[in-house]
């Protein structure tokens, strides 16, 4: 337990201008009783340079201020600033807010009155605030249809959520990585979290010969059985939800609902149209071949730039370790060389059960088209964007929270049908 004991009150600061308000405690930005809906790096820019209007703010200043110094293109800073602009009705001609000091920065030219929200005052008896335990799994082990050694865990009671396995996991590891850590913690809260390491990966076997696209949907379906689940919903991430496409349509009997999240149908090799496209792709396979097995993580860090755009330091430095951890440098290329032939486009169409699919607004590893093509050719599916950059959802972010409960209330929904 951690006991709470007084402090003094703590007050917010709120900034007014015009018909808007900005409350840092509620992280809200307002105009009238309507809240405004911006990504995190956008509040975090009108943050800056609200609360230095006198002034004029440099890039450099706000690249230290919102991204903590990590390198980002001038694009990035670029976009969040249109952004800004647009929640506020601005724009680059008419400069109403924030005015483009040409060669310096930025200054926000709006008339601010700077305000308090009244006082939080803390209760006068301490408080026991409990304090998250270990998440508890039990790790076992089956036998594929081609004799690989799968390991697969379980966490959590309640009724079964089954996780199609996805590259970079690491049974014994996720539930101490901040990269997976939530996803088991908060995922097992309410059900009986299933997931599994893919051969090649984590606990399961990493030299094996079969490395195909079947393979990975015959090793789910070696799970499932190995734990004798006869219907279950099922949860698909990243090239996940491609082998849950593929599961979900070979076994209408079993799955209940199924959600995707940053899925795709199409591999980066089968979707290459452009030159450019097909540069990009081969890229990916030469850095893995170069870089993944070195102590410098300065080639993985590309990755990590991908998956996690908007993680700390702490994050960048958590998914280098997960990708030195969870598999060789062989098998990397053996994994990326078999997502860029990934084709569920046909079996997607013949998924019969209520899909939820949720896909980052500005995904840089799966951009939103992929899960919007995803949502035209499951013929009952629902998409929701989620305000995020990150492939893989933090879980500090607020787009963690409504992945969450977008999750509950589709499978709440379903267990109220069935009942």
């Known amino acids: 337990m951690i006991l709470s004991t007084e402090e003094p009150p703590i007050a917010s600061r709120v900034w007014r201008f015009d018909s ?47 991204w903590g110094g990590r390198f980002v293109g001038e694009a990035a800073l670029t976009s969040r600033i249109k952004a800004v602009r647009r929640a506020l009705g601005d724009d680059g001609e008419s400069q109403r807010y924030i005015r483009t000091v040409r060669g310096r920065g930025y200054r926000f030219v709006g008339t601010v009155t700077e305000g308090a929200l009244p006082p939080v005052t803390p209760p006068a008896e301490p408080v026991e605030i409990p304090e998250p335990g270990p998440v508890r799994q039990h790790i076992a082990f089956c036998r594929a249809a081609d004799d690989v050694r799968l390991a697969y865990a379980v966490a959590g009671d309640g009724p079964p959520l089954v996780r199609a396995a996805n590259w970079m996991t690491h049974l014994g590891y996720d539930i101490e990585s901040p990269v997976w850590q939530h996803w088991v913690r908060d995922l097992s809260h309410h059900y ?18 079969g490395f195909s696209f079947e393979d990975w949907v015959a090793d789910l379906e070696s799970v499932v059985e190995a734990l004798g689940l006869q219907r279950f919903p099922l949860l ?53 071949r170069v870089g993944w097995g070195r102590d410098d993580p300065a080639f993985r860090q590309v ?27 062989q098998n990397a290329v053996r994994f990326l060389e078999e997502f860029g032939r990934i084709d569920v486009r046909e079996m997607a ?23 919007e093509e995803l949502a035209s050719l499951i013929p009952d599916s629902r998409l929701v964007p989620l305000d995020s950059n990150n492939h ?27 009942t």
């Open 349 to 371: 169409r013949q998924v019969s059960c209520p899909t939820l699919i949720m896909h980052a607004r500005n995904d840089h590893r799966v951009p939103m088209r992929f899960g």
């Open 20 to 66: 808007f308000v900005l409350d840092t405690a509620r992280y809200e930005l307002r105009r009238g009783s309507d809240v405004i809906r911006v990504e995190p790096q956008v509040f975090d820019v009108l943050t800056h340079l609200i609360s230095n209007h006198h002034r004029c703010v440099s890039k450099a200043e706000l690249f230290d201020s919102v």
């Open 192 to 209: 009986r979290y299933i997931r599994y390491d893919e051969r090649g990966c984590g606990l399961s076997d990493w030299d094996v010969g």
């Open 236 to 288: 698909g991430v990243s090239q996940g939800g491609a082998v849950a496409v593929a599961y979900a349509a070979r076994h209408p009997e079993r799955v209940s609902r199924l959600v995707l999240c940053g899925a795709y149908a199409r591999g980066r090799a089968v979707r290459a149209a452009s030159d450019d496209e097909k540069r990009v792709a081969a890229l990916d396979l030469e850095l893995a």
């Open 303 to 329: 990755f990590a730039a991908q998956f996690l755009p908007d993680g700390t330091r702490a994050d960048w430095a958590a998914f280098d370790q997960l990708q030195r951890r969870t598999t060789s440098p």
């Open 392 to 418: 893989l959802l933090t879980g500090t972010e607020p787009a963690w929270q409504v992945f969450r409960a977008e999750l509950d209330a589709f499978l709440s929904e379903a267990a109220q049908i069935s």
